[in-house]
T-cell receptor
Framework: GEQVEQLPSILRVQEGSSASINCTYENSASNYFPWYKQEPGENPKLIIDIRSNMERKQTQGLIVLLDKKAKRFSLHITDTQPGDSAMYFCAAMSNYNVLYFGSGTKLTVEP | EAAVTQSPRNKVAVTGGKVTLSCNQTNNHNNMYWYRQDTGHGLRLIHYSYGAGSTEKGDIPDGYKASRPSQENFSLILELATPSQTSVYFC?????????????FGPGTRLTVL
């Protein structure tokens, strides 16, 4: 299996600043690390992912970093906007195409 | 885009009753998954399937059964529902791929067991 720890559970930032969420995993065989955003009452939606053959990926104001030695990966949202307010979940995929999720971060971007 | 649908979207059941949650995907994905989401726990895997006829236990399978009669359909069955199974249930589908692949989530089913 896999255990994924996600911190912080609550994050408040000012509009225009950056937000960072950190996750750690235990299984060195995990090879795929997606990030999902979930709005209230909605389903989780993939926003960015990174595979184990990469250390960094960037798309549309989102940066994901992966440190395989430390078994740590992180999401950085640059220039946050009120629309970025949501729950964010990290996950790690094991050998059997099974995703293990962190417990989530509630991000609030204040104007 | 991947299309995963769930029914019902909302369900109220009585303790001890039988509940069946249904999931359908139209993208010919081999893998399908059932999760429950509770505040403070994120998404926890109940059962999953690699294809028609296959079901596997996830992290929290106790009290749940699963059925995959076809590529498109994956059901979650609560034979004897209990109040502790009150939760939001999400179905997801995805294709196995080298290096991992995206899972697409359905809209969710809110289940209340009284």
């Amino acid at each position: 299996g896999e255990q994924v720890e996600q911190l912080p559970s609550i994050l408040r930032v000012q509009e225009g600043s950056s937000a960072s969420i950190n996750c750690t995993y235990e299984n060195s065989a995990s090879n795929y690390f997606p990030w999902y955003k979930q709005e209230p009452g909605e389903n989780p939606k993939l926003i960015i992912d990174i595979r184990s053959n990469m250390e960094r990926k960037q798309t549309q104001g989102l940066i994901v970093l992966l440190d395989k030695k430390a078994k740590r990966f992180s999401l950085h949202i640059t220039d946050t906007q009120p629309g970025d307010s949501a729950m964010y979940f990290c996950a790690a995929m094991s050998n059997y195409n099974v995703l293990y999720f962190g417990s989530g971060t509630k991000l609030t971007v204040e104007p | 885009e991947a299309a995963v649908t769930q029914s019902p979207r909302n369900k109220v059941a009585v303790t001890g009753g039988k509940v069946t949650l249904s999931c359908n995907q139209t993208n010919n994905h081999n893998n399908m998954y059932w999760y429950r989401q509770d505040t403070g726990h994120g998404l926890r895997l109940i059962h999953y399937s690699y294809g028609a006829g296959s079901t596997e236990k996830g992290d929290i399978p106790d009290g749940y059964k699963a059925s995959r009669p076809s590529q498109e359909n994956f059901s979650l069955i609560l034979e004897l529902a209990t109040p502790s199974q009150t939760s939001v249930y999400f179905c997801a589908s995805g294709d196995p791929g080298l290096g991992g692949s995206e899972q697409y989530f359905g809209p969710g089913t809110r289940l209340t067991v009284l």
